[in-house]
């Protein structure tokens, strides 16, 4: 039996409205899974960044570059969110600043000097352990088996990494110095949550940034290189701070907005693959055995560690 005219409308509007749900929604998910492989494409790439400059400019000097650059960057966010910020809110933001950015930083560029990019940016896949297992022992969160495991297989994965040799030098101290700046990430952004909550994401990555350029400068301008830096270095050191930095921090806290923090760090995952891709595309490293099972151990914990939050 025929419908009635004004049912056949009804249906045809409902019929209408759910496709443009649907393609609205698959244009959501395209845009969230471009906006994800941009961002690990970009932090990847900051691990090729210091690779080219860490040796011209020596590590302070490109973390102070780099961290002065990245607060330029988001200044406009700090400007607009200035009254939130009182002088107590300072004093906590200067003590996470070396936490969370200088000293991870600075970690990073000096095993940048010694080893190929894409070791630098496998451990670096360690912060999200990490940061599981400070807040363990330090803040009483609760830590399941599957996070024991990730941990576990994360460790495996750095001592093999350690291990390995590339050129015939050992990337042990790189790997070790990676290791650490992704414990002290573990850290920061442990002391972010409890201290920060509540103030604006790009504002707060701001003044930390700032307030770490303003904690490193002296030590920067005492190591300032003597010589002239090549044009290649200089280029690495600006796009390691506007680019790897700033215009990366603001898309992130835009895919947290829009799809909430668990998903969003989900670009752990693709920011070594970038790193190595990026570092033998264009510097022509080797991608080495060690450096494969490393990584495969270490994203493995990280996937594990990450699996009981993405269900939550």
């Known amino acids: ?19 443009g749900g649907a393609a609205a929604a698959a244009s959501g998910r395209g845009r969230t899974l471009f906006e994800l492989t941009l961002l690990g494409a970009i932090w990847g790439g900051s691990f090729l960044f210091m690779r080219v400059a860490a ?13 002065a ?6 200044m406009p966010f700090l400007w607009r969110a200035r ?26 560029a000096w095993g940048a000097e010694r080893a190929p990019a894409g070791i630098g940016a496998i451990t670096n896949a360690m912060t999200v352990v990490f940061t599981a297992l400070v807040a363990f022992l330090f803040y009483g969160e609760r ?39 992704s414990l002290s990430y573990g850290f920061g952004i442990n002391l972010m949550r409890r201290y920060l909550t ?6 707060v990555a701001c003044a930390n940034l700032a307030c770490g350029a303003a904690v490193l400068a002296p030590l920067a301008i005492y190591t300032w290189p003597t010589g002239a830096i090549p044009p290649a270095s200089w280029a690495s050191a600006v796009l390691l701070g506007v680019l790897c930095t700033g215009i990366a921090f603001v898309l992130y806290y835009r895919l947290i ?3 909430g923090a668990a998903r969003a760090s989900t670009v752990t995952y693709l920011i070594p ?21 490393a990584g495969a151990l270490i994203l493995g914990g990280v996937a594990l560690s990450q699996q009981r939050e993405r269900k939550a």
């Open 257 to 259: 907005r829009r799809i």
């Open 1 to 19: 039996m025929p419908a009635p005219a004004s049912s056949s409308a009804d249906g045809a509007a409902t019929l209408t409205a759910a496709g």
């Open 69 to 74: 650059l990245g607060a330029l960057t988001l």
């Open 143 to 181: 830590i399941g088996a599957r996070r024991v495991a990730g941990l576990i297989a994360g460790f495996i994965g750095v001592a093999v990494l350690a291990s390995g040799r590339t050129a015939g030098a050992s990337l042990g101290a790189a790997a070790l110095a990676g290791t650490a700046a």
């Open 55 to 67: 040796r011209d400019f020596g590590p302070l000097p490109l973390v102070e570059a780099r961290l």
């Open 83 to 108: 009254a939130q910020f009182a002088p107590c809110v300072w004093l906590r933001i200067l003590g996470i600043a070396v936490v969370n950015s200088v000293l991870p930083f600075v970690l990073f």
């Open 273 to 293: 693959l970038f790193g190595v891709i990026w570092a033998w595309l264009l510097l022509g490293e080797a991608v080495t055995l060690t450096m494969v099972l």
């Open 198 to 203: 509540g103030y604006p994401a790009a504002a």
